[in-house]
């Protein structure tokens, strides 16, 4: 595996090997977990060379967001990535990205204000942004994301479709610990007292889910089930291809999201 850290540096080394071949892109900020890995493991057995961007970009944080405090350890992640299989890792600094006088943002109207936009204003701006700025330099066949950020997955497919992109995004379920709870870089910050009260945001979507089956109120259900835990927001979400239940919690200092697609079996 090659690590690189320039944009040139990175098209010079895809550009003699890329001719006719698939070219799989996982576009991540690090921190790596078994959601990472399934990524990577899907893009390896889909595409012929696969690039993964580790890269905790700064413009979908706001002041008072989780910017300074966001899990970084690179060695570790060029262990797993290499273990998995990745061809490339592009591992580029700020300044590489949004160099002095950068001013071109990128926003998906309407998806973006709702939800995780209503208490991250400007988060998804610059989601929308840095993939379209990856998928520039890197020209992938097909990008890899986790159903863990539905709304953000949601936001890449319109970008792709409005802006003609001609690639294809593809996702892959949510991976979550023996208890339920989804693997989440920001898991590490939760206490042991935290991390056992977080359990309560899944078991709430699945109860959700549940309700939604017997043709109850799945966001009631869910409210009903969070054991004390202060919600954001609890919502279905619609996109075009499929419905979910979506909820934020903060616990502490900790805010975590999941999702369960309501129109699919629980496993
Ligand atoms: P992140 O590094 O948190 O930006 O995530 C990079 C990619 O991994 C995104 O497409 C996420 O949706 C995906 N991802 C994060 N957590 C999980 C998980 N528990 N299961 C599957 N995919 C995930």
């Given at each position: 595996m090659k690590t690189l850290r320039r944009i040139r540096a990175l098209r010079e080394a895809l550009e003699p090997v890329v001719a006719g071949r698939t070219v799989g892109l996982v576009p991540t900020m690090g921190a790596y977990h078994a959601g990472h890995s399934s990524l990577f493991e899907a893009a390896r057995s889909e595409c012929d060379i696969v690039v993964v961007s580790l890269f905790v970009n700064p413009a979908q944080f706001e002041a008072g967001d989780d910017l300074a405090s966001?899990?970084?350890?690179?060695k570790r992640d060029r262990r797993l990535a290499k273990a998995a299989g990745v061809d490339f890792l592009f591992a580029p600094s700020t300044e590489e990205m949004y160099p002095a006088g950068y001013s071109t943002w990128v926003d998906v109207e309407g998806l973006s204000e709702r939800l995780e936009g209503r208490f991250r204003p400007g988060h998804f701006r610059g989601v929308a942004?840095?993939?379209?700025?990856?998928?520039?330099?890197?020209?992938?066949?097909?990008?890899?994301?986790?159903q863990k950020d539905a709304q953000q997955t949601a936001i890449v497919k319109r970008l792709a479709q409005d802006l003609d992109l001609g690639i294809e995004i593809r996702v892959l379920p949510t991976i979550r610990d023996e208890d339920g709870?989804?693997?989440?870089?920001?898991?590490?910050?939760?206490?042991?007292?935290?991390?056992?009260a977080a359990i309560a945001l899944p078991r709430a979507l699945e109860a959700g889910h549940r309700a939604w089956r017997s043709g109850g109120d799945p966001v009631a259900a869910a409210r009903a089930t969070l054991n004390g835990l202060a919600p954001d927001y609890v919502e279905v979400f619609g996109t075009d291809?499929?419905?979910?239940?979506?909820?934020?919690?903060r616990i502490g200092r900790t805010r975590l999201i999941d999702n369960v697609p309501l129109d699919e079996e629980t496993p």
């Amino acid at each position: 595996m090659k690590t690189l850290r320039r944009i040139r540096a990175l098209r010079e080394a895809l550009e003699p090997v890329v001719a006719g071949r698939t070219v799989g892109l996982v576009p991540t900020m690090g921190a790596y977990h078994a959601g990472h890995s399934s990524l990577f493991e899907a893009a390896r057995s889909e595409c012929d060379i696969v690039v993964v961007s580790l890269f905790v970009n700064p413009a979908q944080f706001e002041a008072g967001d989780d910017l300074a405090s966001y899990p970084r350890d690179e060695k570790r992640d060029r262990r797993l990535a290499k273990a998995a299989g990745v061809d490339f890792l592009f591992a580029p600094s700020t300044e590489e990205m949004y160099p002095a006088g950068y001013s071109t943002w990128v926003d998906v109207e309407g998806l973006s204000e709702r939800l995780e936009g209503r208490f991250r204003p400007g988060h998804f701006r610059g989601v929308a942004t840095i993939c379209l700025k990856l998928f520039n330099i890197v020209r992938p066949t097909r990008v890899y994301f986790g159903q863990k950020d539905a709304q953000q997955t949601a936001i890449v497919k319109r970008l792709a479709q409005d802006l003609d992109l001609g690639i294809e995004i593809r996702v892959l379920p949510t991976i979550r610990d023996e208890d339920g709870l989804a693997l989440s870089s920001r898991n590490v910050h939760l206490s042991a007292r935290e991390r056992r009260a977080a359990i309560a945001l899944p078991r709430a979507l699945e109860a959700g889910h549940r309700a939604w089956r017997s043709g109850g109120d799945p966001v009631a259900a869910a409210r009903a089930t969070l054991n004390g835990l202060a919600p954001d927001y609890v919502e279905v979400f619609g996109t075009d291809e499929r419905l979910v239940l979506a909820a934020a919690v903060r616990i502490g200092r900790t805010r975590l999201i999941d999702n369960v697609p309501l129109d699919e079996e629980t496993p």
